[in-house]
């Protein structure tokens, strides 16, 4: 049996959906819950129902389209990915894996292809961490790896917790309820972009994933003394922003002197206040970003901050206070999985490398109740978060059609 993508259904929706943003073309910028989140959800639930899929929702807004297979009770095959966009983002992350899982799963439907499992596109909530301040956020809930307690307390930036602000949304129902069973994937599988430059450099259409990267994030509060930035001499200063800067530094060599490529460390965001040039600086926000392949030695490099922080709080008598987010263990890929994307790909002569995913994903989450695989494809120069992301039609339709062999295989 073969499959057929429809290229300018595909490439025309990946436009479609783009044009749900809250920035001017070509950035993208869709934050959760927003009104242009909501809309673009909207959106994406009419495209499934056109396709024949029922679609819900849960609590958290977690949506899910599913086409029945003929043995109703077997476990399901999952594909997937997310909509949400950080500000000034592009219009592929995320949205290749969930408008090409649904273009897969129509070329399956057009074939006359009849699945035994019953097979699900998710598109997750909030996998970016922008308005929360935790990343995958739905598959958090849909893994029990975050408590509904924990999640419904979580607050935006203008103090508004999750649960008001989802309700807001029209998403009601009890977070306890979003948590999914052990055993109700099969498999789950993940398109994406590679957001990464190794793929272009090797000149390799595809990706398979077989680890995925382990993520921590933290938020640290720097509370020094504000004042006049003429009137406060610099022996008396208690400058919460240069103290910062050292941490800052110090946290950006910590990742280059640990002794390995796949450490890395990010300040991502640097709030500080008053915010006026001429007022010294009395407090600071700093939300840090460690991740690595490695869990031992990514967690030694988040106690090298907090040990690292006491020292410039006490070196520039500032207060400095630290709050883990989460901090997740990598994830192995199964290894039937990996086989049948393989199978897929030499089925069409396709070559791929074996890799890392340095990023992580909701399939990190997912892979806590699921075996999970992921594909990727290339992205011009790596880019990603950005406007100039891109990612070439041919490499899009490739993955599409090597997905859905693979749900066919794993569902049939």
């Given at each position: 049996?073969?499959?057929?993508?429809?290229?300018?259904?595909?490439?025309?929706?990946?436009?479609?959906?783009?044009?749900?943003?809250?920035?001017?073309?070509?950035?993208?910028?869709?934050?959760?819950?927003?009104?242009?989140?909501?809309?673009?959800?909207?959106?994406?639930?009419?495209?499934?129902?056109?396709?024949?899929?029922?679609?819900?929702?849960?609590?958290?807004?977690?949506?899910?389209?599913?086409?029945?297979?003929?043995?109703?009770?077997?476990p399901v095959v999952g594909t997937g990915s997310h909509i949400d966009a950080i500000p000034n983002a592009g219009k592929y992350d995320?949205?290749?894996?969930?408008?090409?899982?649904?273009?897969?799963?129509?070329?399956?439907?057009q074939s006359g292809f009849r699945p035994k499992h019953t097979i699900e596109l998710l598109?997750?909530?909030?996998?970016?961490?922008?308005?929360?301040?935790?990343?995958?956020?739905?598959?958090?809930?849909?893994?029990?790896?975050?408590?509904a307690d924990t999640a419904r307390k979580l607050t935006d930036n203008d103090g508004i917790t999750l649960d008001e602000v989802r309700r807001q949304a029209g998403f009601d129902g009890e977070l306890e309820q979003v948590k999914f069973p052990n055993d109700y994937y099969k498999a789950f599988i993940e398109l994406h972009i590679e957001q990464g430059p190794l793929l272009e450099r090797q000149h390799t259409p595809l990706g398979i994933v077989t680890k995925i990267a382990a993520p921590a994030s933290l938020r640290i509060l720097i509370e020094g003394a504000g004042g006049h930035a003429g009137g406060v001499l610099m022996p008396d200063r208690h400058d919460a922003l240069c103290a910062a800067a050292e941490l800052i530094l110090a946290i950006e060599s910590g990742a280059r002197g640990s002794g390995a490529m796949d450490t890395v460390a990010t300040v991502g965001?640097?709030?500080?206040?008053?915010?006026?040039?001429?007022s010294i600086p009395s407090r600071v926000r700093l939300s840090v970003d460690v991740r690595d392949t490695d869990l031992q030695r990514r967690d030694g490099l988040v106690r090298t901050i907090e040990t690292t922080s006491q020292a410039v709080a006490a070196k520039r008598k500032?207060?400095?206070?630290?709050?883990?987010?989460?901090a997740d263990a990598p994830a192995d890929c199964a290894p039937a999985i990996i086989e049948?994307?393989?199978?897929?790909?030499?089925?069409?002569?396709?070559?791929?490398?074996?890799?890392?995913?340095?990023?992580?994903?909701?399939?990190?989450?997912?892979?806590?109740?699921?075996?999970?695989?992921?594909?990727?494809?290339?992205?011009?120069?790596?880019?990603?978060?950005?406007?100039?992301?891109?990612?070439?039609?041919?490499?899009i339709v490739r993955g599409t059609l090597v997905l859905a062999e693979t749900l066919a295989a794993l569902s049939g």
């Open positions: 049996m073969s499959f057929t993508i429809e290229r300018d259904r595909l490439l025309s929706e990946i436009d479609a959906l783009a044009a749900f943003s809250d920035a001017e073309p070509p950035a993208v910028t869709r934050i959760v819950f927003t009104p242009t989140d909501l809309k673009a959800r909207a959106w994406m639930k009419a495209r499934c129902k056109e396709a024949g899929l029922s679609v819900r929702q849960d609590a958290v807004g977690n949506t899910f389209a599913r086409w029945n297979g003929y043995e109703p009770a077997a995320g949205v290749v894996g969930v408008l090409g899982g649904l273009e897969a799963i129509r070329s399956l439907k598109v997750f909530t909030s996998e970016e961490p922008t308005r929360f301040g935790i990343g995958c956020l739905g598959s958090r809930l849909l893994s029990g790896t975050l408590a965001i640097c709030e500080v206040f008053p915010g006026a040039v001429n500032v207060a400095i206070h630290s709050e883990l987010l989460n049948a994307l393989s199978q897929s790909c030499s089925k069409h002569k396709l070559n791929f490398l074996p890799m890392v995913s340095r990023a992580y994903h909701d399939s990190l989450l997912i892979s806590r109740i699921a075996p999970i695989a992921m594909l990727f494809i290339p992205c011009r120069n790596g880019y990603s978060h950005r406007p100039d992301e891109y990612a070439h039609p041919d490499d």
